[in-house]
């Protein structure tokens, strides 16, 4: 073979092995993109069949808990589905007509277990909900529950000074009840509704209300486990100062308790954080997202199995879309892609019906309908919507 054949066949590999790459970039591109039209089908599927559950009155599952609608509400108004004005207008009125003298968006219980209550929970969803729907027309709504949920905050020396629970007020509060005890989970609702409510208050006449920021992070800092030689749970957040549904691990060695944090709480103290606007160069949340990398999972709620899982997949995709993280960095080097697992394990799991559930019905996950609003949630985060 002479110089000039040698030349023609490196050339001719040099063009194959060139082809072979670019195909190989598109098909990949093209896989990226599968998830993503995967992604928002099945969004529109789980929307689709929400569709078909709204009651005439605008309703959706429990209608002792308006939260529920509202997070419907919440869905439908981010979305682009075709039907949305007709189908919020309906779930707005009903979430509205929950307005109470003192201010709160709920029912008060009228019995036992199930018949209303969670009044700081229910609130804090069901203004974010409106003020997203329609603010200029529910502002008058959604300025006195902002005073309901600022009078909700517990004050004193307790650990759950500068928290909040599902529901009552403090002790001496204009209002119902006594203090209930704090925990991350409502602290980061109630946070959330303030801080996203808060250009209304340009329009209150007197002084402006807001909760105690400085209050509630410290309480968020409670439950964050911070000692940077216990790389199992540094940056992990726990539920409660006494650690319920996380609990402790006891250092054999040392003999110290040590605060054991799981997925949703994590992504519950991130977005605290956000809320409160802690820099996200600070190393709280940098914490929280190492945390996040060393336990990442979309097949359980981290430290929890299935126990809460779609409250932990919408919780996480929350707590990533505001923070601005759209990868989280592995130690070992390489990115987490959240939004790609998160949709592909959604749209994987997602039911015939275009409804999704869990079986296990701790915190209320038997319901369809609250486990499909979490679901097109979480999907209309990782889209940006």
Not at 75 to 88: E, G, L, Q, V, Y
Request: with cysteine.
């Amino acid at each position: 073979m002479d110089i000039k054949q040698k030349y023609v066949m490196r050339m001719n590999i040099a063009f194959i092995t060139a082809t072979c790459l670019l195909l190989n970039v598109c098909v990949c591109a093209g896989a990226d993109n599968d998830y993503v039209t995967r992604g928002k089908m099945s969004m529109q599927r789980g929307l689709d069949w929400l569709k078909g559950l709204q009651r005439e009155d605008g309703s959706w599952s429990n209608i002792n808990y308006p939260a529920m609608t509202a997070l419907g509400l919440w869905a439908f108004t981010r979305s682009n589905d075709p039907d949305k004005d007709k189908i919020c207008a309906k779930a707005a009125r009903f979430v509205a007509g929950f307005a109470q003298a003192d201010g709160g968006i709920y029912k008060p219980a009228t019995s036992g277990r199930g018949s209303g209550g969670l009044s700081t929970y229910n609130t804090a969803i069901c203004m974010i909900a409106l003020h997203t729907y329609d603010k200029a027309k529910y502002a008058p709504i959604i300025l006195k529950a902002r005073e309901f949920i600022a009078h909700s905050q517990l004050v004193g020396d307790s650990p759950d000074s500068g928290g909040f629970g599902y529901d009552a007020k403090p002790v001496g509060s204009p209002g119902r009840g006594s203090p209930a005890r704090a925990d991350l989970s409502n602290t980061g609702w109630a946070l959330q509704s303030m801080r996203v409510t808060q250009d209304l208050e340009d329009r209150r006449q007197g002084e402006r209300v807001d909760v105690n920021w400085e209050a509630a992070l410290a309480f968020a800092e409670r439950m964050q486990n911070q000692e940077e030689n216990d790389p199992v749970n540094y940056g992990g957040f726990g539920y409660t100062p006494g650690a319920e549904r996380g609990g402790t691990d006891l250092d054999k060695k040392s003999g110290a308790v040590k605060l054991r944090g799981f997925g949703s709480m994590t992504y519950a103290g991130l977005e605290a954080m956000i809320y409160a606007r802690v820099d996200r160069k600070d190393p709280r949340v940098r914490s929280a997202l190492l945390w996040a990398s060393r336990h990442w999972s979309v097949d359980e709620n981290p430290g929890m199995g299935d126990s809460g899982l779609f409250y932990y997949y919408n919780i996480m995709g929350k707590a990533l879309h505001v923070s601005g993280t759209d990868m989280i960095k592995r130690e070992s080097g390489g990115v987490i892609n959240w939004k790609k697992d998160i949709v592909e394990k959604l749209a994987a799991i997602q039911m015939p019906d275009g409804s999704w559930i869990n079986k296990n019905n701790q915190f209320w996950e038997g319901d369809s309908v609250l486990v499909t609003t979490y679901s097109v949630l979480t999907l209309e985060y990782a889209f940006g919507m």
